[in-house]
């Protein structure tokens, strides 16, 4: 049953048009991917706006497939110029700059395309077979599982997603009430508006996205100084080869990453997380744990295989339970009822050629897109080295006709700005944007299932315990907003020194 | 950094409070067809402004040394905000595309140093790219200035 909907998928992905789709979505996202300041979620949301005269199918294929480039564009920029693009390029750039700096560039980037390749390619089948098992439980749900299962997306922020919990807490409570602003649908009643027009179409999260990760991630970028810096690629087919034939020799790297990737990759952040955590047992396990971090290929193999899985494993929750798991997802989310589409389990019984035409271009993406980048390499670092005067201009002109895109209006340019603000002093003061960015798209979903739980129950919490699977998944959720704080006094009962994760 | 994180905080505080008085408002009840219209917000302004406060707590203790930008820091940044602020200050009143090529250029010549005839080039054509790729191509409209209704646009 499953391959006959696979081979439907491919039908709908191999048209010459949805492969030419895919061809500009991969060169779009790597160059997006590439630039400073412009990253996968950033890219999707300026160019959903001109995506609504698409077929979905072939706009979804577009999104996506900007998604995969950004992916491996991120690794470009990571290995050549010690810039991680994306959070979850960082452990790559501990191995792959090193390498890079020693001349061994070509042989760093071969692994980092070909891990993130093998990493993708893992997920992407485990979503082919699990997304239709899980979709179908899904289609059980009500509306206090849902709730539920956004709180544990929520609570996931808080407990594993690093840095002060608090501080994702404030996160997520601001993009929750900038959900809330504008007209409430239920009681047609305005919410916070204060009697201004222009806060009556409340906040639009493309424009939060666009400001928040693009402005807010040049002016950081420029701090130290109005200039990119560059390196060679030395990049050709031999070299490719040549690396191609050592890889095998992680074998047991490639596996594991995937699997780590794949497991934290379906909760939300959980990408950034499983690079350091595959980066962190690949040396435990290396038999020359000190040559990591000072230029071990297996060091720039392991995040990068996490990362992909991770980075694919997100669109299993998107799909299924419409609960997206990274910002990009998220965007994507955001496009899919845009184009008229309810996300959910429902889409897999409504709409089988839109998901089975997104999962089998994932293959057909990914495919495409490592042969792309591997071909390219020496074109897409190029562009790094285009004058930081021109290259800025550019970019931000390129967000401003993102954000006014949206609407058609000159407000939302002015957001875009400030936005651009907030994401600079919330990045320097360590507040994270993703479940802002999350929170913003999934207000108003978040804020009728909880309404609709509590007229079922007239008004009770308890509905979201005493129902089996509704409860369980609270209290998971519980578990990992408490996480914070028991993690301390567990360690304290044990009185072990817990060595940091990740690698210095 | 700690005077940031303190102002943000009580920025944010503030916030909450704003979120919390429109909420009680619209009344945070229960009505006859379930909750209120201000029932989520005001929990979410109740919940950011404890979540603030523990963080004012955290912050205030704690000594800060490092500055939350340093004055080398503060000059390149503010280079790049404030053309990128002027770029959508002319937009509303040039339109998009002439506020872009002149944006384009000046970045250039003051940042970059490019001889005045790559700034003319880039600065003429990178806008007419962007207008044929949005406007013609992909029929999404940009806002337009007195040169576009001259030109019959």
């Not at chain 1, 979505?25 to 959903?48: D, E, M, S």
């Not at chain 1, 480039?69 to 690794?75: K, R």
């Not at chain 1, 990362?307 to 997100?314: E, S, T």
């Not at chain 2, 200050?89 to 005045?116: D, K, P």
Request: hydrophobic share 55%; proline share 6%.
């Amino acid at each position: 049953m499953g391959i006959e909907n696979l081979l439907l998928g491919f039908h709908v992905a191999i048209t010459p048009y949805n492969l030419f789709v895919a061809v500009v979505g991969i060169t779009l996202g790597t160059i997006i991917g590439v630039l400073p300041g412009l990253g996968g979620a950033n890219g999707v949301a300026i160019l959903l706006p001109l995506t609504f005269t698409m077929p979905p199918t072939s706009a979804i294929i577009l999104l996506t497939s900007l998604y995969w480039g950004a992916l491996f564009g991120g690794a470009i920029t990571s290995v050549l110029f010690n810039i991680p693009g994306e959070p979850w390029s960082v452990a790559t750039t501990f191995d792959g700059y090193p390498l890079a700096r020693q001349g061994l560039g070509g042989q760093a980037l071969t692994a980092a395309f070909t891990s993130s390749f093998v990493g993708a390619f893992f997920s992407i089948v485990l979503i082919t077979f699990f997304a239709p098992l899980l979709a179908e439980i899904a289609l059980k749900f009500g509306p206090p599982e849902f709730f539920a299962i956004q709180l544990l997306t929520f609570s996931s922020f808080v407990g594993l997603g690093g840095g002060s919990p608090l501080k994702s807490l404030v996160s997520i409570l601001l993009g929750f009430i900038l959900a809330a602003v504008g007209l409430d649908i239920v009681t047609g009643q305005l919410r916070m508006t204060f009697g201004l027009v222009d806060l009556m179409k409340g906040f639009d999260f493309i424009i939060a996205v666009i400001g928040l990760f693009g402005i807010g991630e040049i002016l950081l970028s420029v701090e130290e100084g109005l200039s990119f810096r560059s390196a060679r690629t030395g990049m050709n087919l031999r070299v490719v080869l040549d690396t191609w034939r050592i890889l095998p020799r992680y074998a047991r790297t490639f596996v594991r990453g995937s699997f780590i990737g794949f497991w934290m990759g379906f909760k939300p952040g959980g990408a950034t997380p499983a690079s350091f955590m595959s980066y962190a047992f690949a040396k435990r396990f290396s038999k020359h744990p000190e040559r990591f971090g000072h230029g071990e290929l297996e060091g720039v193999v392991a995040p990068e295989t996490a990362a992909h899985a991770a980075g694919v494993a997100a669109m299993l929750p998107m799909l299924t339970l419409g609960i997206p798991g990274s910002p990009t997802a998220a965007v994507m989310l955001g496009g899919l009822i845009i184009w008229g589409l309810q996300p959910g389990p429902l889409l897999f019984k409504e709409r089988p050629e839109f998901v089975w035409g997104l999962i089998a271009s994932m293959y057909t993406g990914n495919i495409l897109g490592v042969l792309m980048v591997l071909a390219f390499v020496p074109f897409f670092a190029a562009i790094l080295r285009i004058p930081f005067a021109i290259l800025t201009p550019v970019i931000v002109v390129v967000c401003a006709v993102g954000s006014y895109a949206v609407h058609s209006n000159m407000i939302d340019i002015w957001y875009m700005v400030i936005f651009g603000l907030v994401g600079y002093v919330f990045k320097k003061l360590d507040y994270p944007l993703a479940p802002l960015v999350l929170a913003l798209v999934l207000g108003d979903l978040a804020e009728n299932a909880l309404r609709q739980s509590l007229i079922m129950s007239q008004g009770s919490l308890a509905i979201f315990v005493t129902r089996p699977i509704a409860g369980a998944i609270t209290a998971v959720a519980l578990l990992f907003f408490a996480l914070p704080v028991l993690t301390p006094w567990w360690r304290r009962l044990r009185g072990a020194v817990v060595p940091a994760q990740g690698a210095s | 950094m700690r005077i940031a994180d303190l102002v943000t905080a009580s920025f944010l505080m503030l916030l909450g409070a704003i979120v919390v008085f429109d909420a009680s408002r619209l009344g945070v009840g229960w009505s006859t067809d379930g909750p209120k219209s201000g029932f989520f917000p005001f929990w979410l302004g109740v919940l950011l402004i404890a979540a603030c406060a523990v963080i004012l707590v955290q912050a205030a203790r704690r000594a800060g040394l490092a500055p939350f930008v340093t004055r080398a820091q503060a000059g390149p940044v503010l280079k790049v905000l404030w053309p990128a602020v002027a770029l959508v200050v002319l937009t509303q009143w040039l339109g998009l595309y002439v506020s872009a090529g002149l944006y384009t250029g000046f970045y250039m010549r003051w940042i970059g140093r490019h001889s005045w005839l790559a700034v003319l080039a880039l600065a003429i054509l990178f806008p007419l790219a962007t207008f044929f790729i949005f406007e013609k191509w992909f029929l999404v409209p940009m806002p337009k200035g007195p040169l576009e209704a001259w030109l019959g646009q």
